[in-house]
């Protein structure tokens, strides 16, 4: 799928990491939550452990509520670290018109699967493989058929 922070087309799983700084009197937090890619999840995870761990104890709400970042910060890694890594080659997905025309005669299929409740990011192999264009694009395909309803109703 595509990765939420960068972009690009990689295996992806949904992570929430939280940072949080301290500040005597007051506090600092910061959220980063969506389906990353692991080079994502490995840096967003050391840059908000790392920060939590020196920047998130100085508070009294700090002192008790950076311990557990810290510990979901750690699990939601450990629970990523199978993941496989980002290809070399990965890059961010494009929509041409190539693609629309390869896409268009099967978007009664995708919405019908859309409106039956499957998950996306298996209509978006099914459809794939049928119309000859990577995930990715079929991704955004539905992301601009969502933005032309939408744009139709108003």
Known sequence: MICQKCGVEAPTKYVA????????VMRFS???????????????FWKF???????????MISLIVT??????N???Y???LGMEPVPFDAIEPELTDHDIER?????????????AGDDIELIAEDIAMKA?????????YVQALIAASEDAED
């Open 49 to 59: 452990t790392l920060i939590n761990c020196t920047l998130g104890w100085w508070g």
């Open 67 to 72: 311990p557990f970042f810290i510990l979901n």
């Open 17 to 24: 990491f939280y940072q949080n700084i301290g500040a005597l």
């Open 103 to 115: 896409l268009d005669p099967h978007t009664d299929d995708l919405i019908s699967q859309l409106n």
């Open 30 to 44: 910061q959220t980063i939550e969506g389906n990353l890619c692991k080079s994502c999840v490995h840096g967003t």
């Open 132 to 140: 000859g264009v990577t995930e990715g694009q079929v991704v955004l």
């Open 78 to 80: 450990v629970f990523c």
């Open 74 to 76: 750690v699990f939601r």
